[in-house]
């Protein structure tokens, strides 16, 4: 048991008890880890790469243009990652393959594969953001993107 367990038990299982606790704290409460399925992110996110998205990263700040976003689409475990490229209030359109907002060309330098999309403008509600894949070089119809409230948003990526 000594060399198990060390000179004093106790000590060690209360420290097995607190590694334990922190972790289920952290994974069930902070972190929700995810694996990336799909090439929408590309090149910024592999297929098949695993990553956390963070809970608590919105507790004390609104979520931020470019930020990279875990989005609840249909229960709690099924997410998709995008990037915010709208704001609440804004006008966001896609003109020949260019993020257009408030009729401003967007500059997008996380955007490496593009084909010219067009998507009619549409204006952000208060608590509404526009969210999107880095690769734009599929067929738009092939891409999942759009409005996304607040409250679907889940948290930020980590990695």
């Known amino acids: 048991m000594g060399i198990l367990f060390g000179s004093n038990p106790r000590a060690t299982l209360l420290r097995i ?3 334990v606790g922190g972790a289920f704290i952290l994974f069930s409460l902070v972190l ?3 694996r990336l399925q799909g090439i929408s992110m590309l090149p910024t996110y592999q297929d098949g790469a695993i990553n956390f998205a963070n809970r608590l990263a919105y507790a004390f700040r609104p979520p931020a243009r470019f930020d990279v976003v875990a989005i609840r689409m249909a229960g709690p475990s099924v997410l998709y ?3 915010i490229v709208g704001m609440p209030g804004e006008r966001v359109a896609i003109v020949n393959g260019t993020m257009m907002i408030d009729d ?3 500059t997008e330098p996380t955007v ?3 084909i010219p999309w067009n998507m009619e403008a549409v204006t952000l509600d208060s608590d509404e953001y526009f969210v999107v894949g880095d690769n734009r070089s599929m067929r738009m119809e092939d891409h999942d993107f759009g409005k996304a409230t607040r409250n679907r948003i889940v948290g930020k990526l980590l990695f």
């Open 17 to 19: 008890g607190a590694i």
């Open 32 to 34: 929700q880890p995810m």
């Open 81 to 83: 990652v995008k990037r």
């Open 104 to 106: 401003q060309p967007l």
């Open 112 to 114: 490496a594969y593009r």
